[in-house]
């Protein structure tokens, strides 16, 4: 698969990382195209000098938004009447908009699996073909994909976001810890297979 990583920061590096060691061909842009290209190659991975150019071709393509509404205050996450992916989707009507990867601490992007367990991997949009191919590639960085739902799932998405960055930043964990629901939960049993 290409994919286009827009940000070279630490999900942009972590998703980057994760996609090539999936065999996927990368091209990364930032802000500062320096900073993209320093990022392209710890991944090895291309880089483009604007977003624009990164994401040149992928007229229709599959937009995966991993971010989460980025203010001081957190509790604008809590507050925010519409999540970041649906809002992009407003923006964005050619393309199926997928939300992933938000709620996932950066560090944990490329080691999903804490104690044996494979941490779940929760994705949400309305397109089914869509959130398959992007189940395919949570699935291949080594998370358990769980689809939350439609598109509007995704706010309940950034609301878990929000739980972990809180307590990691209240209680001053690591920035380490990840979600595993437990009990039946259908698709797979909590332990990791393999
Ligand atoms: N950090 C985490 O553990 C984590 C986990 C899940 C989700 N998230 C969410 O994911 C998003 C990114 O987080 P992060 O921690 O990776 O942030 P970060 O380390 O600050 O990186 C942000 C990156 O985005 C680039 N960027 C900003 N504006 C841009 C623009 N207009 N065009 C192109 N590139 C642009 C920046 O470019 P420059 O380098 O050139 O400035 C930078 O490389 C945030 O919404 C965050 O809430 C973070």
Same mark, same amino acid.
């Given at each position: 698969?290409? *994919? +286009? *990583?827009?940000?070279?920061?630490? @999900?942009?590096?972590?998703?980057?990382?994760?996609?090539?060691?999936?065999?996927? %061909?990368? @091209?990364?842009?930032?802000?500062?195209? =320096?900073? !993209?290209?320093?990022?392209?190659?710890?991944? %090895?991975? #291309?880089?483009?000098?604007?977003?624009? =150019?990164?994401?040149?071709?992928?007229?229709? !393509? &599959?937009?995966?938004?991993?971010?989460?509404?980025?203010?001081?205050?957190?509790?604008?996450?809590?507050?925010?009447?519409?999540?970041?992916? %649906?809002? &992009?989707? *407003?923006?964005?009507?050619? /393309?199926?908009? @997928?939300?992933?990867?938000?709620?996932?601490?950066?560090? #944990?992007?490329?080691?999903?699996?804490? /104690?044996? $367990? #494979?941490?779940?991997?929760?994705?949400?949009?309305?397109?089914?073909? +869509?959130?398959?191919?992007?189940?395919?590639? $949570?699935?291949?960085?080594?998370?358990?994909?769980?689809?939350?739902?439609?598109?509007?799932?995704?706010?309940?998405?950034?609301?878990?976001?929000?739980? /972990?960055?809180?307590? /990691?930043?209240?209680?001053?964990?690591?920035?380490?810890?990840?979600?595993?629901?437990?009990?039946?939960?259908? %698709?797979?049993?909590?332990?990791? #297979?393999?």
């Amino acid at each position: 698969m290409r *994919i +286009a *990583i827009i940000g070279a920061g630490t @999900v942009g590096r972590g998703l980057a990382r994760a996609a090539t060691g999936c065999g996927h %061909e990368v @091209v990364i842009a930032a802000r500062h195209p =320096e900073h !993209a290209a320093m990022a392209a190659q710890e991944v %090895e991975a #291309r880089s483009g000098q604007t977003a624009a =150019e990164a994401a040149r071709g992928a007229e229709g !393509a &599959i937009v995966v938004d991993p971010t989460n509404p980025d203010e001081p205050d957190l509790s604008a996450i809590l507050e925010a009447r519409l999540s970041v992916a %649906e809002e &992009i989707a *407003i923006l964005l009507p050619d /393309n199926h908009v @997928v939300k992933a990867f938000n709620t996932v601490l950066g560090q #944990r992007l490329t080691d999903p699996v804490v /104690n044996g $367990i #494979r941490l779940d991997g929760f994705y949400a949009g309305d397109d089914p073909g +869509a959130k398959a191919v992007v189940a395919q590639l $949570i699935a291949a960085m080594g998370f358990r994909p769980l689809d939350a739902g439609a598109l509007p799932a995704a706010r309940a998405l950034e609301h878990l976001a929000y739980l /972990n960055i809180n307590l /990691n930043a209240r209680k001053g964990w690591s920035w380490s810890s990840g979600r595993k629901l437990l009990g039946d939960t259908g %698709e797979d049993a909590p332990r990791a #297979r393999g």
